[in-house]
């Protein structure tokens, strides 16, 4: 029961909290409801669902295959408006990912630990599906994401695993942008998304 309440409650989070941006105008652009925003700038947060492909292996008579977690995102995204009416965008984004999960046991209770966090970069494109003055609605984006490995804490019995040195992936998501203040030449904007990254490398081999 605890675990579906912190499942729950980490998705409203994510849902309230991702994506908050803040709309920058440029100074040389005369300040109209029509014009697009120079950028926005916001904060991404939310929450991974992570599922771990694996073989069979053995610790200390224990033997494990698969596994899951539940881990944190948190990072600066910046989408600049390519058209007039905000719907289309090339996005930028510097992420804290996590990718941490407990390895699952085929003969005992037992489960095993995996820290994997990285330093994300990612680019991408995004469309909104409504022609608005300012960004609203659903839109859908593709990202291509470039992760650099921070922190790595495993069994030293796994440890001899050729590590990966880059993570990439191909991230599709689906978004809702709305608009909470809007004065002329400023924009707040929240965005809950929902997304499934797919991965190009592998943790390891």
Same mark, same amino acid.
């Not at 030449?185 to 997304?195: E, F, N, W």
């Given at each position: 029961?605890?675990?579906?309440?912190?499942?729950?409650?980490?998705?409203?989070?994510?849902?309230?909290?991702?994506?908050?941006?803040?709309?920058?105008?440029?100074?040389?652009?005369?300040?109209?409801?029509?014009?697009?925003?120079?950028?926005?700038?916001?904060?991404?947060?939310?929450?991974?669902?992570?599922?771990?492909?694996?073989?069979?292996?053995? =610790?200390?008579?224990?033997?494990?295959?698969? /596994?899951? %977690?539940?881990?944190? *995102? $948190? +990072?600066?995204?910046?989408?600049?408006?390519?058209?007039?009416?905000?719907?289309?965008?090339?996005?930028?984004?510097?992420?804290?990912?996590?990718?941490?999960?407990?390895?699952?046991?085929?003969?005992?209770?037992?489960?095993?630990?995996?820290?994997?966090?990285?330093?994300?970069?990612?680019?991408?494109?995004?469309?909104? =599906?409504?022609?608005?003055?300012?960004?609203? /609605?659903? %839109?859908?984006?593709? *990202? $291509? +994401?470039?992760?650099?490995?921070?922190?790595?804490?495993?069994?030293?019995?796994?440890?001899?695993?050729?590590?990966?040195?880059?993570?990439?992936?191909?991230?599709?998501?689906?978004?809702?942008?709305?608009?909470?203040?809007?004065?002329?030449?400023?924009?707040?904007?929240?965005?809950?998304?929902?997304?499934?990254?797919?991965?190009?490398?592998?943790?390891?081999?």
């Amino acid at each position: 029961m605890n675990h579906r309440i912190i499942l729950i409650s980490a998705f409203l989070l994510s849902a309230v909290f991702t994506g908050a941006a803040f709309g920058q105008e440029n100074e040389s652009v005369c300040s109209s409801p029509s014009e697009p925003l120079g950028f926005l700038l916001g904060v991404k947060c939310g929450v991974n669902f992570v599922r771990y492909n694996t073989e069979s292996f053995t =610790l200390s008579g224990t033997t494990y295959k698969n /596994g899951s %977690g539940i881990a944190p *995102l $948190l +990072g600066i995204t910046v989408e600049f408006p390519l058209t007039e009416y905000n719907t289309h965008f090339i996005l930028m984004e510097a992420l804290f990912d996590s990718k941490s999960g407990h390895f699952t046991s085929e003969n005992s209770p037992n489960t095993l630990s995996a820290t994997a966090t990285y330093l994300k970069m990612c680019v991408g494109y995004k469309h909104n =599906l409504f022609v608005k003055d300012v960004p609203s /609605g659903p %839109g859908l984006s593709i *990202l $291509l +994401g470039f992760g650099l490995p921070l922190a790595e804490d495993q069994p030293a019995d796994i440890s001899q695993a050729k590590r990966s040195s880059v993570r990439l992936n191909v991230c599709g998501e689906v978004t809702y942008d709305i608009p909470l203040i809007i004065n002329w030449d400023k924009a707040i904007i929240v965005t809950p998304l929902i997304g499934y990254a797919f991965p190009v490398t592998l943790v390891d081999d």
